[in-house]
Nanobody, 122 residues
Framework: QVRLVEPGGGLVQPGGSLRLSCVAS????????MTWSRQAPGKQRELVAT???????NYADSVKGRFTISRDNAKKTVYLQMNRLEPEDTAVYCC????????????????WGQGTQVTVSS
């Protein structure tokens, strides 16, 4: 089985910083692309940032210049460094990853973390 866990959420003041982690565990052969998305109450889920297996990144316009996505392949972990946080960044943040399971198939399957709450408030 494969599981994604996202520690790092919490409460932060406007202008502050927070780093989220997403750790993939289980019987994994390869982790391909990894992404962060978020969803605030009453709003659609928004894709925040993506990173390919080769380290190529993309960001939503709303977070570009403030957020940085990175990964550690040895640890099967993706990070989201969030700087200059705003109240509008308040949401449940989820990671997902395209994963090839060990000994099962070469076809990647998308797995989702359970999400972590990020609240930006004074």
């Amino acid at each position: 089985q494969v599981r994604l866990v996202e520690p790092g959420g919490g409460l932060v003041q406007p202008g502050g910083s927070l780093r989220l982690s997403c750790v993939a565990s289980g019987s994994i052969f390869r982790v391909n692309g990894m992404t962060w998305s978020r969803q605030a109450p009453g709003k659609q889920r928004e894709l925040v940032a993506t990173i390919t297996s080769g380290g190529i990144t993309n960001y939503a316009d709303s977070v570009k210049g403030r957020f940085t996505i990175s990964r550690d392949n040895a640890k099967k972990t993706v990070y989201l460094q969030m700087n200059r946080l705003e109240p509008e960044d308040t949401a449940v943040y989820c990671c997902n990853a395209d994963i090839m399971r060990l000994g099962v198939s070469l076809k990647p399957v998308t797995y989702w973390g359970q999400g972590t709450q990020v609240t930006v408030s004074s």
